[in-house]
Each structure stands twice: as C-alpha cells, then as structure tokens.
C-alpha cells in the first residue's frame, strides 16, 4: 500500500480524518526493504559465500547483514499495519472507511492483480525450462521445486499456499508472504480492529502476542500477526485522539527505545545467521513500530535526522512505488541469469559480486515495467482519483 493512500481523507462527516500529512519516508523505507531481499536473495544463491576466504573480521559482519530476508518481510507487515490502521487511527470515529466488504475488494484491487500477473509469468517460467536445465537456475528458484503440481498451483490460486510447507515456496518462493498478508486482510477488519474499539489499546496487544501460542502456524507466520499489529499500535499512539495516548506519545523517547530494540535485534541476528521471526525477528517489530512514532512526530513538528533524510531521497521513494512489482518478480531474473551463467566457474565472492551488478539493474528495469503494466492501474481506484482531483 502506498502512503499515499493511507491519508486519503473522506468528504463525509462519519468518516472525516485531520488534515492530510504525507510521510514520504514510509516509501522510502518500503522501497529499501524491497531491495535487500533481492541482496538476500542473491546471497542465498552464493551459498558458499559463507564459508569464502574473506578477511575473518569481516565475515560476521557480512553474515549478519546479509542473511536475514525474514527481517524485510517483516518489515514489510509492520508498514501494512502502520497504513492500513492510519486511516482509521486519524478518523473521528475510529472505524474503517465503508464496509468491512469495501475494505477488502479496495485490498483485492491493489495486491491481487499484479500477483496473479505474476503467478502466470512464473509457471510459464517454469513450463519454458527444460527439466534438466531448471537445477541450474540458482537454489532460490530451486526451492521452489517441484513447482507445478496440482497442490501448488490450486494453493497459490487461492492464496492458501503458506498454510502447507509442501506448497508455501513453489513457483515464485518469494509469493508465501503475499498469502500470509492476503490472510491477515481478513483479520485486520474482523478481529483486530474490533477488538481494539471495545477493549483497548493494551488489550490488543496483549491478544496478538498471544496469538502465536494459540494458533503456530506453518513456519511461525502467526508471529506475523503481532507484527502487523506492532504497526496498527504505532498509527494509533501517533494519531489516535485518546485521551492517555498523547502523554506516551510526547514523553516516552521513541527514537531511544528503537535503536534498543535494533541492537537487541542484530546481536540475535550474529548468532542466528540465517534468522527466523521465532528467533528474533519479532524484534524488529517494536524497533520499526517505535521508529515510525518518532519519524512521525518529527515531521508532524517539522523536524528531521539523518535516517529520516535517507528514506525520504526520491531514490528511495520511487522504489518504493514499485516495490510490490520488485518484490514479486525479482526471483524470475535472478533465476534466469543463473541459468545463462551456468556454465562459467566462479569463485563464491566473485560470483556475488557479478550476480550483483547484473542482477539488481535487471530486475529494477524488469521490474518496472511489470509495475507500468499490471501495478499501477489498479493502484487507486477510481473514486480516490477523483477525490484526488477535486483537492488538488
């Protein structure tokens, strides 16, 4: 979802929101998130990578900040939360615009479309590769195999396929996540908002923490869920107009209690290479979450730092406007450009380094297009472009 969207306000009294703010970095962050998957990919692809004969000290290091792909998903949830729960956080009534049904089919018109755009392009992918020539198409896309049975298909069709670890990275590994978000679409009206309006603010973070005990889901997507509401609570405590809100809002020191959260998050990030949410990218949850309130406040107040300006340089955030087209076909380029370069021998460094500079302006371009194509149309619908005209 773009920040764009999140702040659309509403002509009708029910529905009206504060003035429109636009919080840009929130792209910027999506966009730079976007791109270290496709870096985590790659890596993954140069497995032997690990074991290199680089400099020792910086072999931590290197693992640490390039093996850890769950970390940009979740972040990636943290931010639906955050724009989805805006809207409703800077209403007067706290309630979602419209029905529960036009929440979903506004859901359905954004992220559908260019995924089963994308579905398409990867079984043809795979129908196009020779059997014996798919094993030589990197171990990221080899994960994805076998990918063309009649589980895999018919999960990813109906968007279940994270629920069964047989199913959940066939086809286009990269597609469990959008299962798992497509999933929480339903929660977020039916459940976590609901539960927020008649219990509370604390109470519903109480509920989402304890939800990956309850329900554990394939491969701790469950933790996913109190991600996302991490991300519900920033919106809240910086828009919501409840009365205790502002006070932890104004005093407690947001921007502090992120590094925290981030230094927590990193020291578990060494000693678990290759991370999982159960083993400390739940973390990054509050870390982002808090991050976002400080970010927030700052440009409410008119101030700025320095990671603030980095996510807010346009670089940044045009990525982030076709971050959900990187984000889906990246695997597809990388996959044929292993292919093509099957044949030649290269030591794991160097072999990152090349993967690297064909790689990522390839499925930028790439990328692009699919957006201009099967992203962009579906971006707004019609009634918020009209909304949009008629402010400007």
Not at 161 to 171: D, K, M, Y
Not at 266 to 273: E, L, S, T
Request: net charge positive; with cysteine.
């Amino acid at each position: 979802m773009s920040q764009s969207e999140a702040f659309q306000g509403s002509t009708t009294s029910s529905q009206a929101v504060l003035p429109r703010v636009r919080f840009d970095y929130l792209d910027g962050l999506r966009g730079l998130a976007a791109l270290y998957v496709v870096l985590f990919h790659i890596y993954l692809d140069c497995g032997q990578l690990r074991e290199a004969v680089i400099p020792q000290i910086l072999k931590i290091p290197v693992r640490a900040l390039l093996s850890h792909g769950s970390a940009a998903v979740g972040i990636f949830i943290v931010l639906s939360g955050y724009c989805l729960m805006l809207p409703v956080a800077r209403s007067l009534n706290g309630q979602i615009k419209g029905s529960t049904l036009n929440f979903l089919k506004r859901r359905a018109r954004r992220i559908l479309p260019p995924y089963y755009a994308a579905l398409v392009l990867a079984i043809l992918l795979n129908l196009a590769i020779p059997a014996q020539l798919i094993l030589r198409m990197g171990s990221h896309w080899n994960s994805g195999q076998p990918a063309l049975t009649s589980g895999a298909i018919f999960s990813h069709v109906l968007l279940i396929h994270n629920l069964n670890h047989n199913w959940a990275h066939r086809i286009n590994p990269p597609m469990w996540s959008v299962a798992l978000e497509w999933q929480i679409y339903f929660l977020f009206p039916l459940l976590l908002v609901p539960i927020w309006r008649r219990l509370g603010t604390a109470v519903i973070l109480v509920v989402t923490c304890l939800f990956p005990l309850i329900f554990p889901g394939n491969e701790g997507d469950s933790f996913y869920v109190t991600l996302f509401t991490l991300g519900m609570l920033g919106a809240i405590i910086g828009f919501y107009r409840e009365p205790s809100l502002p006070f932890y809002k104004e005093r407690l020191p947001w921007g502090r209690v992120s590094i925290l959260f981030g230094i927590i998050w990193f020291v578990v990030a060494v000693i678990h290479p290759i991370g999982t949410v159960a083993k400390g990218d739940l973390l990054l949850g509050p870390a982002v979450a808090c991050w976002m309130i400080e970010c927030s406040r700052s440009i409410v107040e008119g101030k700025s730092n320095l990671v603030l300006r980095l996510f807010e340089l346009p670089q940044a955030i045009a990525l982030g406007t076709f971050s959900y087209s990187l984000y889906l076909t990246h695997a597809m380029v990388l996959a044929v450009v292993e292919l093509c370069l099957s044949g030649i021998s290269m030591a794991p460094l160097v072999k990152f380094s090349v993967l690297v500079a064909i790689v990522l302006p390839l499925s930028l371009l790439f990328a692009y297009l699919f957006h201009l194509i099967f992203e962009k149309p579906f971006m707004s619908s019609p009634a918020v472009k009209a909304l949009k005209e008629k402010q400007e």
